[in-house]
Nanobody, 121 residues
């Protein structure tokens, strides 16, 4: 079993910043990747950022240049720093994890509970 615990969501003004955190425990994989996805009403779930076990990062075009994913391997924790937030970023944000190959295939198997991020004036 893998458990993911998220924190850091909330309400922020357009142009503002927010930092999400997600801690993993009970991982099956010794070398694991972690990522963040989001889902807004009427939209498909979107994988916005991935950090592979070796440290390589990948971003969706919608967030590239504004969001940054990082990890603390000793804590098995992943962070998502979100800057220059737009109303379009409003969504439930989900932490996820799996092997590197899971992400290459676009199907991370383990997911957190989701945290609401609302960008509004």
């Amino acid at each position: 079993q893998v458990q993911l615990v998220e924190s850091g969501g909330g309400l922020v003004q357009p142009g503002g910043s927010l930092r999400l955190s997600c801690a993993a425990s009970g991982s099956i994989f010794s070398n694991y990747a972690m990522g963040w996805s989001r889902q807004a009403p009427g939209k498909q779930r979107e994988l916005v950022a991935v950090i592979y076990s070796g440290g390589t990062t990948v971003y969706a075009d919608s967030v590239k240049g504004r969001f940054a994913i990082s990890r603390d391997n000793s804590k098995k924790t992943v962070y998502l720093q979100m800057d220059s937030l737009k109303s379009e970023d409003t969504a439930v944000y989900y932490c996820n994890t799996g092997s590197n190959v899971d992400y290459v295939r676009g199907a991370p198997p383990h997911w957190g509970q989701g945290t609401q991020v609302t960008v509004s004036s």
